[in-house]
């Protein structure tokens, strides 16, 4: 994702950009989102089937399983956090390009 929010920083600092560009990037990001937003809806699942099955042996196991998905998904959503911002920042920059 780096990569991606730099190319988004160049983007916005660049004050003659090319609009196929910025397109371009625009949608590279929200395929990331995407792809952040599905990742987090198979950790919820996944979450879920654990919590329901802690009575069923292997306790630490999957408390450990839990802890891990859990940082993962905090970790996604403080992303999803970051490259909204930046897309909507380059969405605004868009604007003023297309004018």
Known sequence: MTE??????ALIAESGCDR??????LTD?????LSLEGENWRL???IGELAHGLQRGDTAGKAKELSTLTRRLDGNAGEL???R???G???RHADT???
């Open 89 to 91: 920042e380059l969405r």
């Open 81 to 83: 956090v970051l490259l």
């Open 85 to 87: 911002r930046r897309l």
């Open 20 to 25: 196929e560009r910025i397109d371009r990037t």
């Open 44 to 46: 919820e699942k996944r």
């Open 4 to 9: 991606l929010l730099e190319q988004i920083s």
């Open 97 to 99: 390009v297309r004018v």
């Open 29 to 33: 990001g929200y395929a990331y989102a």
